[in-house]
């Protein structure tokens, strides 16, 4: 176990840095930005996320896969890389002849063309950063791997802020800022990884690839079906609110986003040394007790936030005050990402990819229906209600499938905990800052000790661990 947290720590430091980076920038946009403008730079955000989703077409999911059961890991790697940059072409192309009427459907002006085209370039930057951070990761190269991340998030804050000083302070500046930034830090990620792809394309492996894509597309369909469930939210505001509303959700859904430090940290630890559990046939407890001490760790996170929510304005702006009422429900996006992480790996084991299809089809289903309903009445409060309690669903989702076709363990804890971070986040959003909210999430952080306290006390070494060797 003092292996697997020193490991953890060090693809931590990238985490947390990039985080605390991010956590600048959310004061920084909103200071010089008002909600409105705020909320059109939350549309390029939007635009940058679905085509993240889409443009691996699931091969860095089977490169993952792969990793290890491949002598040659810069062949797979270049391989891996020919389908997406192949499909990058087309959207580039596509991108360019509509730079028009996307700009309009983004921004609701046709003469931001300019953007469309810098954010169609960066597309082929975003595959090389995506394939080049994982074979890091999947090397377990936990501090090269945090120093990567750290700086690509760091170029981004410094186009960001550079553009925002010497030019005028509107969401397109910040969108500019953004681009050039990621290309930047993108480039010179490239240019220190060269000799990756020493054997660039030289020969193309159709029997690997075919191998890859197998594993691949079922993964792109289930992941473009999750990322139209992600972008809901933002638009259902964009067409049933305003610019204003979807402003403050926004800076809402990046304050929550906090969590995510947690989520990512744990994703970049824990996939590969999932793998390597699963090809040593290390018995079901091991994930049981990670899966059991990621849900009280951030489980107890959430209630910190929750606590502690007023320092929404002092890390925002008095203009996005109503963003305090906003985000509880949107922690629920980190919580079930990272907890599904433990429970959803016989999904990955059995290479059911195909499943992943219907856990995006249940999630993207309750979301649609939530937020038809529940938007026009209540605007940003109503889609932070409906994503969260998509998430659950989504977790709920892929729990269940994993569990049916593969042995699995019990979740009941996690629905408890799941189900009482609902109820208070309910509490919160309607009744606001009472003496009595306070007293329920202390009430709460006191129940959730309770309930893990015996993996608690093995985790500190007060007990003698039961079924376990020493990891």
């Given at each position: ?19 605390l ?14 909600p409105t403008?705020?909320?059109k ?5 939007l ?10 077409l ?8 792969d990793f ?16 997406p ?41 975003l ?7 994982l ?12 120093i990567?991340s750290i ?10 802020v550079?553009g ?39 020969t ?17 369909a ?31 859904f ?11 940290s ?11 559990w ?5 018995p ?47 922690c629920?996006?980190?919580l ?22 219907y ?22 409060i ?22 049916r ?14 189900g ?7 509490y919160?959003?309607i ?9 329920l ?23 003698p661990r039961k079924?376990?060797?020493?990891i």
């Amino acid at each position: 176990m003092k292996k697997l947290l020193i490991r953890f720590g060090q693809f931590s430091i990238g985490s947390l840095g990039a985080a605390l980076l991010n956590l600048i920038l959310i004061p920084v946009t909103t200071y010089f930005l008002s909600p409105t403008e705020y909320g059109k730079t939350s549309m390029f955000l939007l635009a940058q996320t679905l085509l993240i989703y889409v443009i691996y077409l699931g091969f860095d999911q089977a490169f993952t896969r792969d990793f290890h059961s491949v002598s040659n890991k810069k062949h797979l790697l270049v391989q891996a890389m020919c389908v997406p940059l192949l499909f990058a072409l087309i959207l580039i192309l596509l991108l360019s002849l509509f730079a028009s009427t996307i700009s309009t459907w983004l921004f609701s002006d046709p003469n931001y063309k300019m953007a469309v085209y810098l954010l169609a370039l960066s597309i082929i930057f975003l595959i090389f950063e995506r394939f080049i951070l994982l074979f890091i990761r999947m090397e377990n190269r936990a501090i090269a791997f945090s120093i990567c991340s750290i700086w690509i998030k760091l170029a981004i804050l410094a186009g960001t802020v550079c553009g925002l000083i010497f030019f005028k302070p509107v969401f397109i500046t910040v969108v500019y800022g953004m681009l050039i930034g990621q290309m930047v830090g993108d480039v010179l990620l490239l240019l220190f990884h060269l000799k990756l792809f020493q054997s660039v394309f030289q020969t193309i492996d159709r029997p690997l690839i075919k191998q890859l894509a197998k594993f691949g597309l079922p993964v792109a369909a289930g992941t473009f079906l999750y990322s139209l469930f992600i972008v809901i939210d933002k638009l259902s505001l964009r067409y049933f609110a305003d610019f204003d509303e979807l402003g403050i959700y926004t800076a809402a859904f990046k304050v929550a986003s906090a969590l995510m430090v947690l989520q990512v940290s744990f994703a970049n630890f824990w996939i590969p040394t999932a793998y390597e559990w699963y090809e040593q046939k290390k018995p079901i407890s091991y994930y049981k007790k990670v899966s059991d001490l990621v849900m009280f760790t951030i489980a107890f996170f959430f209630l910190m936030m929750l606590l502690f929510k007023g320092l929404v304005v002092v890390i925002l702006s008095p203009a996005y005050s109503e963003a305090q009422y906003v985000f509880p429900f949107l922690c629920f996006y980190p919580l079930m990402m990272t907890v599904s992480e433990t429970t959803n790996l016989g999904i990955v084991f059995m290479k059911k990819s195909v499943l992943n299809i219907y856990v995006s089809v249940i999630a993207l289903i309750v979301a649609i229906s939530l937020n038809l309903i529940l938007v026009p009445l209540y605007g940003a409060i109503g889609a932070a209600l409906a994503t969260g309690t998509a998430y659950i669903a989504f977790f709920l989702a892929r729990t269940f499938f994993s569990m049916r076709i593969w042995e699995g363990f019990s979740v009941k804890r996690h629905l408890i905990i799941t189900g009482l971070l609902y109820v208070l986040s309910l509490y919160s959003t309607i009744f606001r800052d009472t003496f009595l909210e306070k007293g329920l999430i202390l009430g709460a952080f006191i129940f959730l000790i309770a309930l893990y306290r015996t993996e608690l006390r093995q985790l500190f070494g007060l007990v003698p661990r039961k079924g376990m060797k020493k990891i």
